[in-house]
């Protein structure tokens, strides 16, 4: 099996780890655009983004999809039992190893989880404390509704 996940920076790296929270929205490809282009001309202009990591989705079918109740539940085994290996994460939630790899290599080219390599072995990381999962209802009246895990 091979992965696709591109390296991160060093930089980013340490940044993901420096951050405690990841936030999950759901937005339009439009509304997404928009955020990363307002981004973009705050720090052309030297203003500094202060916001959270954000992860966003195009629809509530394509998060659910993604965030299942295994996937978070794999999350968490991996934030809490802290597994030196893909297979040693599939041993710790009592799955195929295979399934796992296929879940972690997703997990990761979202930015979910992090792998450090060590040899032939990678290590899988969740790098935040918290996810939160913010979904907005009605955007024009900016109401909001946000869970946890």
């Not at 030297?46 to 965030?67: G, I, K, Q, R």
Request: charged content about 30%.
């Amino acid at each position: 099996m091979t992965d696709s996940t591109p390296p991160l920076h060093p930089m980013e790296r340490e940044q993901l780890r420096a951050a405690s929270t990841l936030v999950v929205t759901v937005k339009s490809a439009d509304e997404f655009h928009d955020d990363v282009t307002d981004d973009i001309a705050s720090l052309e202009q030297s203003d500094a983004v202060d916001a959270a990591p954000a992860l966003s989705f195009t629809s509530y079918d394509a998060l659910m999809e993604t965030l299942t109740p295994r996937v978070l539940e794999l999350i968490e085994a991996i934030r809490r039992e802290e597994p030196s290996s893909i297979n040693e994460a599939a041993r710790v939630v009592d799955r195929d190893v295979k399934n796992v790899h296929e879940e972690l290599s997703r997990l990761a080219q979202l930015g979910i989880i992090l792998f450090e390599e060590d040899g032939q072995s990678k290590r899988p990381i969740v790098w935040f404390d918290e996810l939160v999962i913010n979904l907005p209802f009605d955007p024009e009246a900016g109401d909001t509704a946000t869970a946890a895990p």
